[in-house]
Structures are given as structure tokens and as C-alpha cells.
């Protein structure tokens, strides 16, 4: 079993480079890169990642965990010419997508001993609906998928003679995984296959050892960062039980295995008239390499699937098209392998053909997000200049969490809290204005909205954050407090707003100089009940029972008097939805109404 091509990998690493299709396809990466950089922060990790380019500080999530060490490292190195954080990290990118290119094309090359897979292969990948949106942001993914793509490049050249793959493949793999840790799931099942291949033990104890040593090079500043072994490991496994509760359970609910492969496989290629063509050549290809034993590809196979099938079971689906991304190298490549065997029955032009149509398409598809992104600031760069320009000095910020990150890096001259905590602290303050920093859209009287133009590919290669942004004023007749049986405030991007009651809930009114209070119960359209009736007391004293029906609202005014008043509900029914059966919903919570609105009146 051979991982190379033997012989002919420099003879043909010559033909790529005078290949007149190997500098057309460059050219089309370099030009659809510069045209999708974009102008401002925009996803929840940027601004984090940027934080830490400033100061490296993990355990305050700059960078987020687990906690990113050779990407920082080659960011500060750009950022001490470029002298700002955005710009240094964008550029990473863009170098990282170019060299990406280079080097999966001749992985693909070596894997496939054609350079015509190599090259389409690796614009089938670039090209992608998923890459063209985020192969240029300032995030980890570009430069480590140009690791990736060297690891597996050097995976090919292990066996050659001279052995200069041998110690090249472990650098490479070791450096992957240091920019961007969670590639260990693809880059681990490669360096054993790698390494118990040739059933070689020195072989294998120069591969593996090599690796250690590199991954220890960055590693050990990443555990002195941190408070030492037990710091590091303290940290590691908060972020392990992290995405176990959350990525790998919570975030699944309501998914079903189907919508999951979708997001997963399909998603990342475009809509179905554009994914679907692309998955059948992908598994013609994956049959031409069984039937013709192609052993070369192994590798490649050894890194991607695990990958998907760990996706796939664990992953949170919301982040599926950019999470999938190692796994979409295998696809590309297998794309490839099939669009070749096509080219062999239909035309040799059939592949530049389909790659030219597929590059045109996806470009089409992304155009009307990317062209925004490139030419204005994102939603929540925007609300965040508006307040800066706008608000009093003694302004306080809630931030929604998916906005903590934007708002700590772009309002760091107001006070900043989380929406929970500072609702709380600031309630009775009528002297201090507050705003909510909202991920989503607010009909509330004052709200600033900002927003992009919706699309379907913002939906499919997106978490779906930050399309709209709003800036929310809250005036102390809304400031209650948060009792008991409370649930945080959760908003929609079109605009409606509710904090989830429990089994019982209270809340304390402000002192307002009010006469009565009017509270707004909802119960969602997917409410495993036709209705709930609720009890519900204003200091002690019981009012009226409000029955509100499945889909709607209902309002109810109860008297208050002067100073701090406490409203209780007791709703009839409450409900866990992951222990509903038959429900995909895994949320643990116990769950009665929405809390949609509290306004107190003179």
C-alpha cells in the first residue's frame, strides 16, 4: 500500500505549476476571496478572537475555548505589523484560503495521481457556497484548513524516498491542531493510519513522537496561561461539559436525523438544485474508488470520516455548514473522482465545464450576502456605532449574550453588564438610562433597528445571528426584577421577545409613582396543551385566574400601590419538553407561559 505517488510527484508538482488551469483556478479563488473580505465584525468568535490578539487571556474567553494557541501566535505576528486586530486576522484568512488552495490541490494530486482531480477537487471545496462565506472571516477556519490541507499534502509524501514527509506530516498535523483544536478529530484518525500503515515501529515512533514534541511547543504556554496542569485541565473539561449539555444535546432539540445530515452534508453546497448534483457526483466518486481500490485515498478517507460521523452525532446543527467543513474535503475530492469518471464518457471539457457552472452558481447564491457584508458593517457593528454617536455617558449596556462579545469589544466606554445581571442591579435606578443590546429585531417605542437584507443562504451557512440588531431603550416603569421561576429573556429575529415562567414564578415592580400594572401571557403555537390558566397574586392578594389559549395573548391590569409591589403566577401546567414524549425538544426546563410584557402606568 503506497501513500504517494512515488516517483512521478515531482514531474507532476511541475505540470500544476505550468498548468494554464491551475492559474485560472488560483486566480478565481484569489478574486472571489478579495470580493467577500469583510468590512467589519460580524459572527459571536471575531471579536473574541480579536481580544485575544490584544491580550492572550483564555480564561476570560479571549480567545474561546479551548483556546486556539498557534492561530493567536500567527495573528500577533500580522497584527504587530498591521496594528489592528480586524485587519491582521482577515488577512490570516485570505492567505490561509490561498495556500489552502495550493496545498489541496496537490494533496488531492498525490491522493489521486491526476492533476486534474487535484485541481477541480480543490475548487469544488473553495468554490463552495459555505467557503465563499467564510473563508475570509477574521476566525480560525481558513488558516486551519490550510494546515489541514498541508497535513494530508504531507501525508502523501511520508513514503516517498529521502523520507521528507516524515517528519514534515507530524509538524503539519501538530501545528492543525494548535490553530484550531477541534481538527483533532480529523487529524488524530490520520496520524495512526499513517503511522500503523506500514507496520514500520521506528516508523511509527518517529511520527508519533515528533507530533507530541511540536503539539508540547504550543501547548505549554497554553497550560501556564491558564493556572498550570490543574488550571488547564480545570478549563478543558468546563468547555468538554459545555458541549456535552449544550452542542450535543440542548442544541439538538427539535432536529430531526434527517435535518441534522442536511445541515451537515447538504447545507454547506447551497440549495438542492445545487447541493444535490454535487452529492450524486460524490458518490459516484466514492464507488469509482472502491471499485478501482484506490488506496492512495485512504488517508483522506481517514481524516473525514470520523469527522462527519462525529459532527453528525455530536455537533451543535446550528454551526453545521462551517463545523462540517474538514469533512467537506473528503466530498470535494470524491466530486472530483466522479466529475473525472464523467469526463472520461462524456468529454474531457465536462469538468472545466461543471466546475466554471458550480463556481457561477454558488457566487450567484452567496452574492446578496456577501455583497452586503463586503460594502456596509454588519447589524451589531452598526448599533454599536449608533450608541457610541447617541447615548449619554452614564449609559448602561445590557448585552444579550449572543452580543456579550461585540459589546465588551465595541461599547467598552459604557458600563456593560449581561442582560440578567444588570437588569437586576439597575432596576431602581430611574437616573441611569438602560439599553438593550439585542440580537434580533425590537418593536419596543424608541428601539433602533438595524439590519441585512434576509436571504436563503444567510439561513443554510449561518448560525442565523446577527441579520438584525437593535438598540432597545428600557425605562424604569419595565424594570422588574426577576424573583423566582424566572427564565432569562429570549428574542426572535423578526421581533418578539419572552422570558419562559416556571412551575411558580415572582417579580418585584419597581417604585414608579404607578397605579396599576398591565401584564401580557402568551402561550406559543407549539404549546402541548389547547391552554393554561394561571393564578396570579399582587402583594399576597389573590386576582383574577387568566386563561390564555395555545397561540395567543392575553393581558391582565392589577392595581399596585406605592413602593415595591410583588406579582406571583401559578400556572395550572407546567411541562419539561424533553420529557414529553415522542419530542425531539431536549430542553431540561420547566416551562408554564411566556412573560411577553410588563408596562406600569399612572
Known amino acids: 500500500m503506497s501513500l504517494s505517488n512515488e516517483g512521478n510527484d515531482d514531474l507532476e508538482a511541475a505540470s500544476m505549476r505550468r498548468s494554464p488551469l491551475f492559474w485560472c483556478a488560483f486566480a478565481s479563488v484569489l478574486l472571489t476571496r478579495l470580493c467577500s473580505i469583510p468590512r467589519s465584525f460580524w459572527e459571536f468568535d471575531e471579536t473574541l478572537f480579536a481580544q485575544a490578539i490584544l491580550s492572550y487571556d483564555p480564561l476570560n474567553h479571549h480567545p474561546p475555548p479551548p483556546g486556539y494557541p498557534v492561530f493567536i501566535a500567527l495573528g500577533k505576528l500580522i497584527n504587530f505589523f498591521v496594528h489592528d486586530p480586524f485587519v491582521a486576522l482577515v488577512m490570516l484568512s485570505v492567505i490561509g484560503s490561498l495556500a489552502g488552495f495550493c496545498f489541496l490541490t496537490a494533496a488531492f494530486r498525490n491522493l489521486s495521481g491526476d492533476v486534474s482531480v487535484g485541481i477541480v477537487g480543490a475548487l469544488f471545496f473553495y468554490l463552495s457556497p459555505v467557503m465563499l462565506v467564510h473563508s475570509t472571516l477574521p476566525i480560525s477556519d481558513a488558516i486551519a484548513l490550510c494546515l489541514l490541507a498541508s497535513t494530508l499534502w504531507a501525508a502523501s509524501l511520508v513514503d516517498q524516498r529521502g523520507g521528507r514527509g516524515l517528519l514534515l506530516f507530524p509538524l503539519m498535523a501538530a501545528l492543525t491542531v494548535g490553530c484550531r483544536p477541534q481538527f483533532s478529530i480529523a487529524i488524530v484518525p490520520l496520524l495512526l493510519y499513517v503511522a500503523a500503515s506500514k507496520r514500520d515501529l521506528r516508523r511509527a515512533l518517529v511520527i508519533l513522537s515528533a507530533f507530541a514534541v511540536v503539539c508540547l511547543f504550543w501547548m505549554v504556554p497554553l497550560i501556564a496561561v491558564t493556572g498550570g496542569l490543574q488550571g488547564f485541565l480545570r478549563f478543558e473539561g468546563t ?20 435535518l441534522i445530515v442536511l445541515r451537515f452534508i ?12 454535487l452529492l450524486i457526483l460524490s458518490l459516484l466518486g466514492i464507488t469509482m474508488l472502491m471499485v478501482r481500490r484506490q488506496y492512495r485515498a485512504l488517508p483522506l478517507m481517514f481524516a473525514c470520516l470520523p469527522y462527519l460521523v462525529f ?14 467543513l474538514p469533512a467537506l474535503l473528503g466530498m470535494a475530492y470524491t466530486m472530483a473522482v466522479g466529475l473525472t469518471h464523467a469526463g472520461r464518457v462524456m468529454g474531457r471539457s465536462v469538468g472545466v465545464v ?5 463556481g457561477v452558481a454558488s457566487l450567484t447564491y452567496t452574492s446578496t450576502f456577501i455583497a452586503q457584508r463586503s460594502s456596509e458593517s454588519s447589524p451589531p457593528e452598526r448599533a454599536a456605532a449608533f450608541a457610541r454617536a447617541t447615548l449619554p455617558s452614564n449609559a448602561v449596556i445590557l448585552a444579550e449574550l449572543p452580543l456579550w462579545p461585540h459589546a465588551t469589544y465595541l461599547l467598552n466606554q459604557f458600563q456593560i453588564r449581561k442582560i440578567e445581571e444588570g437588569w437586576k442591579e439597575f432596576a431602581g435606578r430611574s437616573d441611569i438610562p438602560l439599553f438593550i443590546y439585542a440580537d434580533g429585531f425590537s418593536q419596543s417605542p424608541g428601539a433602533k433597528n438595524f439590519s441585512w437584507i434576509d436571504s436563503d443562504a444567510y439561513g443554510k451557512l ?26 432569562p429573556p429570549e428574542r426572535t429575529t423578526s421581533g418578539l421577545s419572552w422570558r419562559w415562567l416556571g412551575r411558580q414564578a415572582q417579580i418585584r415592580l419597581p417604585d414608579v ?38 397561540n395567543a395573548s392575553r393581558d391582565i391590569t392589577l392595581p399596585v400601590v ?3 409591589n410583588v406579582v406571583t403566577f401559578r400556572p395550572r401546567i407546567a411541562y419539561a419538553p424533553a420529557q414529553i414524549s415522542e419530542s425531539e425538544n431536549r430542553d431540561p426546563r420547566t416551562l408554564s407561559v411566556q412573560l411577553t410584557a410588563v408596562r406600569q402606568l399612572r
Not at 459545555?242 to 436525523?257: E, L, W
Not at 447538504?266 to 448534483?277: C, D, F, I, M, R
Open 266 to 277: 447538504a447545507h454547506p453546497w447551497g440549495p438542492k438544485w445545487l447541493s444535490a448534483p
Open 311 to 324: 459532527s453528525l452525532l455530536m455537533m451543535d446543527p446550528a454551526d453545521g455548514p462551517r463545523y462540517a
Open 513 to 550: 409613582d404607578a397605579t396599576r400594572v398591565v401584564i401580557t401571557l402568551t402561550l406559543p403555537p407549539a404549546y402541548p396543551a389547547e391552554s393554561n390558566e394561571i393564578d396570579l397574586f399582587i402583594n399576597g392578594r389573590k386576582a383574577p385566574t387568566l386563561h390564555v389559549p395555545r
Open 354 to 358: 461543471a466546475v466554471c457552472l458550480f
Open 562 to 564: 406605592d413602593g415595591e
Open 239 to 258: 468547555q468538554a461539559n459545555y458541549f456535552a449539555t449544550h452542542d450535543a444535546d440542548i442544541s439538538r432539540s427539535g432536529r430531526s436525523a434527517a
Open 462 to 487: 449561518t448560525r442565523n445571528h446577527y441579520r438584525v440588531s437593535s438598540l432597545i431603550p428600557l425605562p424604569p416603569s419595565q424594570r422588574f426584577v426577576a424573583a423566582g421561576g424566572v427564565f
